[in-house]
C-alpha cells in the first residue's frame, strides 16, 4: 500500500479548472445584446427567451429544441467555455448568480 493508501492502482489526474470563473452578469448582458432574444423576452403573448416545439416539450433536451434556442446556447458557450480546459458543467451556484443578476 502506498503512503496515500491506494494499493498501487495508478491514479488518473484530475483535469484542473483554468481558474477564471467569467463575471456575474456578462451572461446576462450577452443576451441583452442579441436582438431575437430580448424580442422574444419582450412579447407580450410569450415572454420567454427560450423556445420549444409545444407545451409537452418545454425542458425536455432535444437536437430540435437546441435549433429553436441556438441564439441562447451559443451565448452560453460564449461565456462559460474560455474558462475551462474540459468539458464541465457550469457550477450550479454562477447559474443561480447570474439568475439572481438578471431578475434585478
Do not use: F
Amino acid at each position: 500500500m502506498s503512503a496515500d493508501g491506494s494499493e498501487g492502482i495508478p491514479q488518473e489526474p484530475q483535469p484542473e479548472p483554468m481558474g477564471n470563473q467569467p463575471k456575474i452578469g456578462e451572461l446576462g448582458a450577452a443576451w441583452e445584446s442579441i436582438k431575437l432574444l430580448r424580442r422574444r423576452a419582450k412579447d407580450s403573448k410569450a415572454p420567454y427567451m427560450t423556445r420549444w416545439l409545444n407545451p409537452q416539450a418545454v425542458n425536455v433536451a432535444s437536437v430540435k429544441a437546441m435549433v429553436l434556442n441556438e441564439a441562447a446556447l451559443v451565448a452560453i458557450a460564449e461565456w462559460w467555455c474560455p474558462t475551462v480546459d474540459y468539458p464541465k458543467a457550469i457550477p450550479i451556484h454562477l447559474a443561480r448568480a447570474e439568475a439572481r443578476n438578471v431578475e434585478k
